[in-house]
């Protein structure tokens, strides 16, 4: 590990479109925070954009957080890929070390901290979780309950052909759902969690019929923009437990920083708050 102290740490992420991302405030927070003169490059680039940066450029940074839709693709990059992106299919976090480029995901194991971080008493072995969607980001958290042999996992996509394939990809560890049943079901989870964008600013609004649920179902919603999703506000009128995206966000992103800098930021109120107001 190189001396954090040097004057021309970079750090970035690659995307695009990158208009939304709150990354570059949350390393530059931690930056200050812990006193490192560094910088967190916003690389909104084409395919033509992304060839050039690992052709060209990729040396000079310590690493790079990868988002959508670039997330598959820089499997053709990099060196070494840890088990985590191996299984879930995707890489969001390259880290640059001695002229080599290993390739991580730290959505699998950031979603599970915020998870515990909400609630610290969960019983996995009893737990009935139901993950609505089947991509990048429905397969981290797939991966993280199936770590935890958490009891009984059940997911539910538009796409049939979709959950098809993870089916494959988790050895038949889940149970697939007709989303057609998804309301006539709802009462025997009690840990739901919204993996895809449906909700988010911009897109369609999403919501469940949540008169027949369990009591103490907990309701969480990966997107964080806007605060609280239609989803959210119907499931807490109704008296779950609710969570946005954003401990997801920030603990992924405290991992990345444990990867390339072998220090791990706290998910502290103060940096919670930080980044509502950003939204």
């Known amino acids: 590990m190189n001396s954090i102290n040097e004057t021309n740490l970079k750090l970035g992420i690659i995307g695009y479109p990158l208009s939304h991302t709150l990354s570059p405030q949350i390393h530059e927070y931690w930056f200050k925070l812990h006193r490192i003169s560094g910088t967190y490059e916003i690389l909104e680039v084409d395919d033509v954009g992304l060839d050039r ?3 060209d450029n990729i040396h000079q940074y310590r690493g790079l957080n990868v988002t959508i839709p670039y997330k598959v693709r820089v499997f053709d990059y990099v060196d070494e890929v840890s088990d985590s992106a191996r299984v879930v299919g995707a890489i969001n976090c390259i880290t640059v070390e001695d002229k080599k480029l290993i390739g991580s995901n730290t ?7 915020g998870l515990l971080a ?3 008493d969960l019983d996995f072995t009893n737990m009935n979780v139901l993950v609505i969607g089947a991509g990048g980001a429905a397969r981290a958290v797939i991966h993280s309950f199936l770590m935890k042999s958490t009891g009984q ?3 539910i996509n538009r796409s049939s052909d979709r959950l ?3 089916e494959k990809v988790f050895n038949n ?5 007709d989303w057609k049943k998804l309301n006539d079901s709802i009462s025997q989870f009690n840990l739901i969690i919204n993996c895809t964008s449906q909700g988010m600013k911009g897109e369609n609004d999403f919501s469940l019929d949540f008169t027949s649920i369990q ?7 990966l997107v964080y923009n806007p605060l ?3 989803l959210l506000i119907d499931a807490k009128r109704h008296g779950c437990k609710i969570l946005n995206g954003i401990p997801m966000l920030l603990s992924q992103a405290a991992l990345s920083w444990k990867l390339w800098l072998d220090i791990k930021p706290d998910i502290t109120d103060d940096i919670i708050r930080f980044v509502e107001d950003k939204i």
């Open 53 to 55: 940066i690992f052709c």
């Open 107 to 113: 959505d699998a194991d950031g979603f599970m901290n």
């Open 118 to 120: 909400f609630n610290g």
């Open 153 to 155: 996992i059940t997911v």
């Open 164 to 166: 098809a394939s993870l």
């Open 173 to 177: 560890q889940i149970h697939c759902m």
């Open 215 to 221: 009591k103490g179902l907990s309701v969480i919603d």
């Open 228 to 230: 609280e999703t239609k």
